[in-house]
Structure formats: C-alpha cells, structure tokens
C-alpha cells in the first residue's frame, strides 16, 4: 500500500511528511554543480629529492609536509611551528611517487589538520576566492614570465587565479589608485572572481625589479612591496585570516535558508552545505513554508561560515527579512519531530537543544 501524500495527512503530521518526502526525492534529484571556488590538491606537494634512498625521501616527506601545512593553514611560518610533525613526516603520507627527480606526495587530510590544531594553526578549507591579476609595468620582461611566476607561487600557497582578457575601461579601473568598491563589483561579477590583486612597477620581477601590490577585497584595500611571493602572500593572508577556521574552534550553527520551492532548489542547497569544508556534520530540523531549517556542526562559528558561503554566492543574506544574516545570540531550537541526519561521513554527535547562532540566507 503507498503512502498518502502529505496534503492528505492530519495538519499536525505534514511537516514531518513533507521533510520525509524532500529527504527521499533529493536523493534522486538531479543536482547542479553548487560550489564556491574549490581548490584540489592541498594536501599533495612535490619536492625535488636527491635520489630516491631512504634518508632522501624522509627528508622529502618532510618538506613536502611543510609545503602543504602552509597552503592549509595559510601561515607563511607553518613548517617552523610544526616542527614536531616534521619530524615525522612518513606517519602522515598516504600515498608518494617519483616523478624524475621530484617525490610527489599525498598526506592524510584529517591527520594533517589535527597537527595543525594542535600546533595552534588555522584550518583553512578548500573554498577560496579567486583572484583577478592585473600587472601594470612599464618594461615587462619579453617572455612574459611573470605569469608563470604568479601561477607557481599562487600554487603553493593554494590560491586561485583568473587572468582575464579585461576591456580597455576595465582596464583603466584597475589601474587608478583605488578604484571605488562599487565600481569593482560588477567587474568581479563579470569575470568571475571576488579579489583585485594589481601590482605596479618599472620593471618585470622576472628582471630583478620590485613590485607596489594593492590587493581589494571585500571593501578594503591592502598593499605590500616586493616580488612576486610578496604579492602572493598578501592574499594568501588576507584571505586566510577571513575564511580559515581558527584552532580547535567548533560550534553549531543553524542555517534558515529560504526560499526553497522545489526539489531541485532543496537538493541543491543541502547538497552544497554538506561540501563546505567548514562543515562537519548536517541535521535537516524542520520546514516552515518555503524555508528549511539545518543544524551544522562547523569547524570555526557562524562568522567564518557565513563568509565561506558568501565566497560561493550560492546561497544569499535574507536582506529583506528580520534577522537577516548572522544572529550572534544564542537561539533555542525545538521542534516535535527527529532531526534527520544527512551524510555526515562520520559519528553524528549529539545535537544540543540550543545553537551558538543562526544565519538566514535565501535560495536566489
């Protein structure tokens, strides 16, 4: 016998079929790729090794291990305060090859940012904004290698970068000395990326000259002075110390997302909640009207998951609405029927009467 639609059921037990009912189809819902940038690889370094002895590839693990600590965590200094890590290297590999005369290693994930926490280091997750590049030199180098230098040290530090064919009035943005944020906006939009980074200079680092680097982002503008792994790290940190979770911070966040009036709308935003790398576990609580409530389980608090969803733009801030954004105060959950837990790739912990905070976003 099949089960009566959930309009046919008593009012009181609706919410709880129609949650069942979203819960079922979005298994079976055709899903969209709902991601924020997401970088592969920050787990995985390649250093060059002398040959492929033992003592050779041990040192290889650890520099490789030092490499990646500093693309997850963000911290230029990571390998020096995770000395005791270094050390051992090999415990963390899961996987190593040679590729001529470079050892490419794989570590464990989960192993790599426990060391980290526990070495007081910020956890920084695959999310991460792209940047747009824009160099204004008057002599740069023939070959056009300050590209390519960008692109390796943007790689080490796990930094996207767009590179864009920019029209001549985008062009001439850029290049005046702070350019309106308002104005910026749209150009990101366009291109697809959510930074600026400009560097300005006489000649190429590629020939030995120094660069002035403006980085905007999210209203503000940062500069620095130097090479090519100057301006880098200038994003790099600027970025980091807005979206990586810091050490051994976890609370538990609802998220009200609005908006929801179909199953491709709730597939897709459970689908891209549950890929945060901020996001540990996830409960579906309850449904009123066209909003879906969740509880997240998140490493870091409700600030640093609002910015990493933000970065996405796939889900909004109910601007419109009261207590729209992120509401600092804590707020009692209670609702007459199971919180259904979604995937969470491990133990789901207990989820406590009340959360840290709620964030209110909406479905665009």
């Known amino acids: 016998m099949s089960a009566p639609h959930p309009s046919l059921l008593p009012s009181a037990a609706r919410p709880a079929a129609r949650l069942a009912l979203l819960l079922v189809c979005a298994l079976f819902a055709p899903v969209s790729a709902l991601r924020a ?20 590839r041990n040192e290889g693990f650890s520099a490789a291990l030092g490499a990646v600590a500093i693309k997850v965590s963000g911290s230029r200094d990571a390998g020096a305060r995770l000395s005791a890590a270094l050390g051992n290297a090999r415990r963390y590999v899961q996987r190593f090859t040679y590729n001529g005369g470079l050892l490419q290693v794989g570590f464990d994930a989960a192993a790599v940012d426990k060391a980290l926490v526990d070495a007081g280091l910020p ?13 204004v030199m008057d002599t740069p180098s023939a070959s056009g290698t300050e590209r390519t230098l960008l692109e ?21 943005l850029l290049e005046q000395s702070e350019p309106a944020d308002t104005s910026l ?33 999210e209203g503000e503008s940062r500069t620095a002075q130097g ?16 979206f990586a979770a810091r050490a ?37 609580e309850r449904i009123e009207g066209d909003t879906v409530y969740f509880r997240l389980s998140v490493r870091g608090d409700a600030q640093t998951l609002g910015r990493a969803i933000g970065l996405g733009r796939k889900l909004i801030a109910a601007q419109d609405e009261p207590g729209a954004g992120i509401a600092t105060t804590p707020s009692s959950v209670s609702t007459g029927m199971e919180r259904q837990p979604v995937n969470s790739g491990s133990a789901m912990p207990a989820v406590p009467a009340t959360v840290a905070a709620t964030l209110r976003l909406r479905y665009p």
Do not use: C, M
């Open 123 to 135: 956890v920084w997750g695959r999310e991460r904004p792209a940047t747009l590049v824009h160099l």
């Open 248 to 284: 051994g911070s976890a609370s538990e966040v609802q998220v009200a997302v609005g908006n929801i009036q179909t199953l491709k709308s709730y597939a897709e935003t459970l689908n891209y909640l549950e890929a945060l790398t901020l996001v540990r576990s996830l409960a579906v």
């Open 227 to 242: 090479g090519v792994d100057d301006g880098i790290d200038l994003a790099a940190s600027a970025f980091a110390g807005t």
């Open 152 to 172: 390796n040290a943007a790689r080490q530090r796990g930094i996207p970068l767009v590179w864009p064919a920019l029209t001549a009035a985008d062009q001439a």
């Open 185 to 217: 906006q749209p150009l990101l939009a366009r291109y697809g990326a959510n930074a600026v980074l400009v560097g300005r200079g006489s000649r190429s680092p590629a020939e030995g000259g120094t660069l002035q680097w403006t980085l905007q982002f």
């Open 37 to 56: 940038v997401s970088v592969a690889g920050l787990y995985e370094a390649a250093v060059p090794v002398a040959d492929r002895g033992e003592a050779a």
